[in-house]
């Protein structure tokens, strides 16, 4: 890719992880030698059945249903098949007489009549009804070969219909939309027996359910098979090729993808970009997204407000906030309107530093650009308050929540909190905790590990153990600075027997952070003993 022009970009930083992991799509095999399709045929009808059958036929094409009714008991599995073989070249009636039959005799229904539908539904390319069909079919049974013998009522149905690679494309885009990777993975692997491949589209929903899930690992895998399967990717499978190796840190690869679009025929968009920059920034490369920022404009591609707030985001998390700043400067220059996310974004910054002075002024401006406020807004400016010792203008501001129809959550109650601690008010922040525990919200690591050491700071050893008892019961672990800091308390002040009871109980809970050293409270609580 010529125009990106970066090829030293990468030695500019470090590889984040040079070591390569070994990858494999699952039950992945070479390119097998294509096996003939099966030849499916059903009995004649004969008799009783063909007249039937070619009653109920005329009933439908002259949609007489009123005369139809008297023999909806009568219409077995075998004589529905050949009544919907015989509506093939109408796919509205067929898919009318399906779901009347559903209503009127839904035993007539076998995945051999499923499938002639289906068959006739994407052969007329009504993917999003045969999907919702796949969908029905699989939730009515909780049979873990329900989905192997769809692909064969399919696949033996498939000559018998005159069908097209569609119908098993539809079953593998269903399974992708529906998170099951297993069964996705099983129908890919058996079309490429059959000599099917899946469209680009339905190998992209798939590759998305795969990130969706966090397993970029096998999305890479999958993409390698897509290539070794003959289905050319556009930029949008390539886009989350480029998410999936950012994932897994692994950027020089993810540049590399980017590079080689053009020699593919493809133009990298502005996701391609963001993607790329996204991935920088989570591993604190900021010099390199920027420079990934910088190549947008040369490959004619413009950045937009996720550009941006990206690489703001970027800097705040590393408290670098006076480059955070500049980027939102650069973004008014590039006529590209902040919205609520840039704000929220700034403001949590400066709240994380106590610059309630700078988050003020943010919220004012984004009062007069007419941006609305949420929860997070209102969240940062809290923060911003507590952090800095201003706690009843925090407490005012959550008085406007209910003006503003915004209920306050648990990183509310958390800032709050925060402040108390600051001002090394631990009974007014326990009340706040009991509060937040009362209105339904759930407290994470730092609320506790604050509270616990805002306790140990007033010397309540006993308030901190009842935060450390009510953290345990939560299933969740604290650090072990915090726990040095409570158990060296609770040491001091001879209470060496209760530390060690609840080391041991944190033990056999699983619960005992890495670090921590309990042997210095079981020496500790020796010596108490030998003294005494």
């Not at 390569?20 to 992945?28: K, L």
């Not at 009933?59 to 075998?78: A, G, M, V």
């Not at 140990?456 to 915090?482: E, H, W, Y």
């Not at 027997?497 to 080391?503: E, F, H, K, P, Y």
Request: proline share 4%; glycine share 6%.
């Amino acid at each position: 890719m010529r125009k990106i022009g970066c090829g030293r970009l990468w030695s500019l930083t470090e590889a984040a992880n040079k070591k390569e992991s070994t990858r494999m799509f699952v039950r992945s095999s070479p390119a097998p030698i294509r096996i003939p399709l099966p030849h499916g045929s059903i009995p004649e009808a004969k008799g009783e059945d063909l007249d039937l059958i070619n009653v109920a036929h005329s009933h439908l094409i002259h949609s007489e249903w009123d005369k139809l009714h008297p023999l909806s008991y009568s219409l077995t599995p075998f004589r529905v098949k050949h009544i919907l073989l015989k509506l093939q070249n109408d796919h509205v009636l067929s898919l009318r007489f399906f779901n009347w039959l559903l209503k009127h005799n839904p035993s007539s229904h076998t995945l051999q009549t499923h499938s002639i539908l289906l068959h006739t539904l994407t052969k007329n390319r009504r993917f999003k009804t045969a999907e919702t069909i796949f969908r029905k079919l699989l939730s009515s049974s909780s049979t873990i070969h329900l989905p192997s013998k769809i692909f064969e009522a399919l696949l033996h149905s498939y000559r018998l219909c005159n069908s097209s690679p569609s119908v098993f494309d539809s079953l593998f885009k269903t399974f992708a939309h529906t998170n099951k990777l297993r069964n996705a993975t099983d129908t890919f692997i058996r079309m490429k027996v059959y000599g099917f491949f899946p469209t680009v589209e339905s190998c992209n929903a798939f590759l998305s359910s795969l990130l969706h899930l966090q397993r970029p690992d096998i999305a890479l895998s999958f993409y390698r098979e897509m290539r070794r399967g003959y289905v050319y990717p556009n930029v949008y499978t390539l886009n989350m090729v480029i998410c999936a190796y950012c994932k897994l840190g692994e950027l020089q690869k993810a540049l590399e993808v980017l590079e080689k679009m053009k020699d593919m025929g493809l133009s990298p968009n502005v996701v391609s970009f963001n993607t790329l920059i996204s991935g920088c920034c989570n591993k604190g490369l900021l010099g390199m997204a920027l420079k990934v920022k910088s190549l947008m404009g040369n490959n004619g591609v413009h950045p937009n407000v996720v550009t941006f707030n990206t690489l703001i985001n970027g800097f705040c998390k590393e408290r670098k906030l006076h480059e955070a700043n500049g980027i939102f400067a650069e973004m008014k220059v590039a006529n590209v309107a902040p919205n609520v996310v840039t704000y929220n974004t700034l403001l949590n910054g400066y709240g994380q530093v106590g610059n309630c002075e700078m988050g003020g002024r943010l919220y004012e401006e984004m009062v007069r650009n007419e941006v609305k406020p949420d929860i997070l807004t209102y969240n940062a400016l809290i923060l911003g308050l507590c952090k800095d010792g201003k706690t009843k203008k925090a407490a005012g501001l959550v008085r406007e929540l209910d003006k503003e129809n915004l209920v306050p959550n648990a990183s509310t109650f958390s800032a709050l909190i925060t402040g108390q601690c600051v001002r090394n008010n631990s009974e007014r922040a326990f009340h706040i905790y009991t509060t937040m525990i009362r209105g339904g919200c759930s407290p994470n690591q730092n609320t506790f590990q604050m509270l616990i050491s805002a306790f140990c700071k007033n010397k309540d050893f006993d308030g901190a153990v009842q935060v450390l008892r009510d953290m345990l019961d939560r299933l969740i672990t604290p650090d072990s600075g915090t726990l040095s800091e409570l158990y060296s308390g609770l040491c001091r002040c001879g209470k060496n027997r209760l530390a060690l009871d609840l080391c041991n109980e944190m033990e056999a809970r699983h619960l005992l952070p890495e670090g921590f050293d309990k042997e210095k409270i079981a020496i500790s609580h020796s010596e108490n003993e030998t003294s005494n």
